[in-house]
Each structure stands twice: as structure tokens, then as C-alpha cells.
């Protein structure tokens, strides 16, 4: 039996953790088929401490590669990289998960070797401006998914004031 109440354990997994936003789970032959797909805009300057994608239903046998961006409308910030494309995630089973690693954007995001567990260290990324709205997004390239669902989450913390992340999808 847990001593804290459910919503101070939610709390405690905030401060420590960041604030998580996941998105609805996501069809990959829509998501992952050769186009820029925003997940998630961003409010302000976050500090980006963890963005994953989880298997939810296994991925198809087509070598999709994956990778996340950034884009921003305010200020006027064209797409750019929060990381290098992954290797294939062509039959991805359920609970494997595409993780972005952070630091270094030629980083590529990293699959986990073995489902419901991401044995990665990541390094945090500051992304967005001071009063900025960005997106957050996901492109796939080589081969386009015909099957397959996915969520992706992240956790973050707000570095400006007013700063937040919404799920767009």
C-alpha cells in the first residue's frame, strides 16, 4: 500500500521526471509514410528531458526510418533535427519503443532491444523562444509503414514563463 496519495505520487513524478504530454495512439501507415507529422506544439522554452514513440500494435516489415524535428512559427525557425534517423523499425513488437537520445542532434533515435524496457541515457535539449510557438514532430524515410500504432510521449519542463506542451494529435 503506497503512503502517498495517487495525485501526489502523479506530483513527485512531475518534479522528478518532467511533465509528460502522450498523444492518442497513431495509425503508422497514416504517421509514418514519407511526411512530416507534428506531435506536439510548444509553448515558450522547454527543456526536453525524454521523447519516445511506443509500439502499441507491431509495426509492418517495411524499413521505415525515423526520425524527430522541431519547427518553429514564432519566430520563423524552418525544420531542424533533434536527432539523426534511426535504424529500421520494421517489425517493432509491442512495447519497443524509437527513442530520441538528446545532445548532439547527429545522434540517431535509438530502438530498444527488447520490449518494455529503454536502456538508453539520454541528455536533455533545450528547444523553443521566449513567448515562441514551435511543433514538435516526426518524419519517416526510406520506406512508409503499411501497419502498425504507435504513441509518442514526452517530458518535459518549462524554462520561460507561461511555457507548456499540448499534444496535437
Known sequence: MPSYSPST?????????????????LAGETYLEGTQHELFT?????????LFSEVTEIFSNNAALVQYNFTSS???????????????????????RITWVGG????????????????VNRTSQIVGTDG???????????ANLTDGTFKTSIFYTPMSDGAYVEALV
Open 42 to 50: 510548444v509553448h515558450g522554452r522547454i527543456k526536453i528531458h525524454e
Open 74 to 96: 514564432s519566430p520563423v525557425i524552418a525544420v531542424q533535427p533533434l536527432c539523426a534517423v534511426s535504424i529500421s523499425v520494421a517489425q517493432l513488437a509491442v512495447g519497443e
Open 104 to 119: 548532439a542532434v547527429g545522434t540517431a533515435a535509438v530502438l530498444t532491444a527488447t520490449a518494455g524496457i529503454t536502456d
Open 132 to 142: 515562441g510557438v514551435a511543433t514538435i514532430g516526426i518524419l519517416n524515410t526510406i
Open 9 to 25: 505520487i502523479a506530483r513527485i513524478g512531475d518534479l522528478v521526471n518532467g511533465i509528460r504530454v502522450t498523444t492518442v495512439a
